[in-house]
Each structure stands twice: as structure tokens, then as C-alpha cells.
T-cell receptor, first 111, second 115 residues
């Protein structure tokens, strides 16, 4: 079993939809939770991060962490075609700089 | 600032050939990383360098060597390329230090095809 599981998709939604992207994990030592966005043929770029449990909002994006369920989510409101990309979750524990990545979910938002 | 740069962008090798992938960062970061990305496998860490002069193996180090030439540069070498090493390779860097969240900044990637 992988430490981090993520549905690869693809997920196809109409413009304006609310998108929910999710990851589950097995390592209870994870404390930092990140979402990276990767456009086609580009390197990943950090979208959002949270520490421990709770929610964090940034514009149309909301990241949620439920440590009791070992489950994290990224919500995208009013999705736009420019949001079409692969979204990777990543996690790490307190004592390391290394990240463990999910496999990524490919999202397509059509006009 | 250029951020993280990688060369070459694309390379075709024959089985058994060797090559070095170059990576440089201009953000004065301490930590640097090499990943490979394959369909359905996500990003997997090959090697990691916490500081100049130190390197550690990641999840998939077999068939690779690395050199942290100085604080800016971290190279990845394939001594005898195999078709299983066909992949997209990403270099990344972060401030490091293991203190709090350390954002990793990625380069544009090198696409490697081994025939």
C-alpha cells in the first residue's frame, strides 16, 4: 500500500463547477500537507499548504485536512478552463525536508 | 531570478549510453532534489542533498549517481542507461533545514527516452 493515495482521474467538469480533489494517507507522522499544480509539460508549482488539521482558503481554493481520517481535500470554486492541470498532493513529517507525493489527479475544465 | 533551471530539455539515448542531467538554482537554497515522474507513479525521489557536500538516497536510487558540485548545482548521472529509465526528470530546491514547511521549487523537467 502506498503512503499516499490519490485518484488519477481524469476529472472533467464544466466551467463554474465546484471541484473536489482528495488524497488519503497512512502515515500518522505527516504534519505538512501541500497541493501542487502541474500544467502539461511543466514542473509542479506550489498552490497551497496547511500545517496539521484545519482549513485554509486562498481565493477560489480551499484546502482541508482531517487528520483523524487521514484525508485531505482541495476544493476549487467557480472552476475555470485555466484550472485544467494535474493536481498533486504532497506531505511530510516534522523532521524531514522530503515530500511524499500522490500520483496526481488530472482535471479538465471545459467551457 | 531564473529559479531552477535544467539542461537538457529533451534527450534520446541508446541502451548502455551515459549522460548527466544538470540542475542549477539561484535562490541560495540549501536542499536540492532529483525526482522522476512516470505515468501512474507520480513523483518519486531519486536522490536528495540537504547541503553542499551531502547526498542521500531516495525511493528509487538504483542506476543513478549524483553530485552536489556547489550550493547552486546538483547533477544526476546515468552511467549505463536502460529503457526503464525513460521518464521525465525534475530537479527541485528548497531552503531546507527541516524547520517548518519548506516549499520545493521545481525546474521545467528533462524528458529522457532510452531506446
Amino acid at each position: 500500500q502506498k503512503e499516499v493515495e490519490q485518484d488519477p482521474g481524469p476529472l472533467s467538469v464544466p466551467e463554474g463547477a465546484i471541484v473536489s480533489l482528495n488524497c488519503t494517507y497512512s502515515n500518522s507522522a505527516f504534519q505538512y500537507f501541500m497541493w501542487y499544480r502541474q500544467y502539461s509539460r511543466k514542473g509542479p508549482e506550489l498552490l497551497m499548504y496547511t500545517y496539521s488539521s484545519g482549513n485554509k482558503e486562498d481565493g477560489r481554493f480551499t484546502a482541508q485536512v482531517d487528520k483523524s481520517s487521514k484525508y485531505i481535500s482541495l476544493f476549487i470554486r467557480d472552476s475555470q478552463p485555466s484550472d485544467s492541470a494535474t493536481y498533486l498532493c504532497a506531505m511530510s513529517s516534522l523532521d524531514t525536508d522530503k515530500l511524499i507525493f500522490g500520483t496526481g489527479t488530472r482535471l479538465q475544465v471545459f467551457p | 531570478n531564473a529559479g531552477v533551471t535544467q539542461t537538457p530539455k529533451f534527450q534520446v539515448l541508446k541502451t548502455g549510453q551515459s549522460m548527466t542531467l544538470q540542475c542549477a538554482q539561484d535562490m541560495n537554497h540549501n536542499s536540492m532534489y532529483w525526482y522522476r515522474q512516470d505515468p501512474g507513479m507520480g513523483l518519486r525521489l531519486i536522490y536528495y542533498s540537504a547541503s553542499e557536500g551531502t547526498t542521500d538516497k531516495g525511493e528509487v536510487p538504483n542506476g543513478y549517481n549524483v553530485s552536489r558540485l556547489n550550493k547552486r548545482e546538483f547533477s544526476l548521472r546515468l552511467e549505463s542507461a536502460a529503457p526503464s529509465q525513460t521518464s521525465v526528470y525534475f530537479c527541485a530546491s528548497s531552503e531546507g533545514g527541516g524547520q517548518g514547511i519548506m516549499t520545493q521549487y521545481f525546474g521545467p523537467g528533462t524528458r529522457l527516452l532510452v531506446l
